[in-house]
């Protein structure tokens, strides 16, 4: 178990879009493990490889009560619908906010193993962080989502991905 460093914003690599994924071994898996300690070490709910410095298009979920979900090369299929919800980021510390995300999302990627799965989520924590975490591998942060200086507001416990 290793827990690696989580990059805040305005650390550039927070903005750059993540590379695919071209072989998924090793050293892939060692970076899915880290994400996975790392998440757990600030409960958080989700985390994405740009966020401890890794540009590469690898994300972790794990909801509580739930499987760990790890999304290599991860692609949104689909999404439909519009929601207002409260968001907070483990790289923006210290805000949180409201923002604009999809109803129902709908994600293909492969697991560790290399297999393609797909996930469908809706109106859920599942469809805002798969989101959240695919937004981070485009470079994109929630705050840029926020509308209004108001949606953004200081919080101490920031939590989520
Ligand atoms: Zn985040």
Not at 27 to 36: E, F, H, K, P, T
Not at 43 to 57: C, D, E, K, M, T
Not at 112 to 117: K, L, P, Q, S, T
Request: a negative charge; one cysteine or more.
């Amino acid at each position: 178990m290793a827990l690696r460093e989580i990059r805040t914003h305005p650390d550039p690599v927070l903005r750059e879009p993540a590379k695919k994924v071209p072989l998924i071994d090793m050293s892939v898996q060692r970076l899915i493990d880290d994400m996975i300690d790392t998440m757990r070490a600030v409960s958080g709910v989700g985390l994405a490889a740009p966020q401890v410095g890794v540009p590469l298009r690898v994300a972790v979920i794990e909801l509580p009560g739930e499987d760990v979900i790890a999304l290599i090369n991860p692609v949104l299929i689909k999404k439909k619908g519009e929601r207002i919800i409260e968001e907070g980021c483990l790289s923006v510390p210290g805000y949180r906010g409201q923002v604009k995300r999809a109803v129902t999302v709908k994600v293909k990627a492969r697991d560790r193993d290399g297999r393609e799965f797909r996930i469908t989520a809706t109106d859920d924590v599942l469809a805002q962080a798969l989101e959240h975490e695919l937004d981070h591998l485009e470079g994109r942060l929630y705050t840029d989502l926020v509308e209004s200086p108001e949606s953004l507001w200081r919080a101490e416990d920031t939590g989520d991905g």
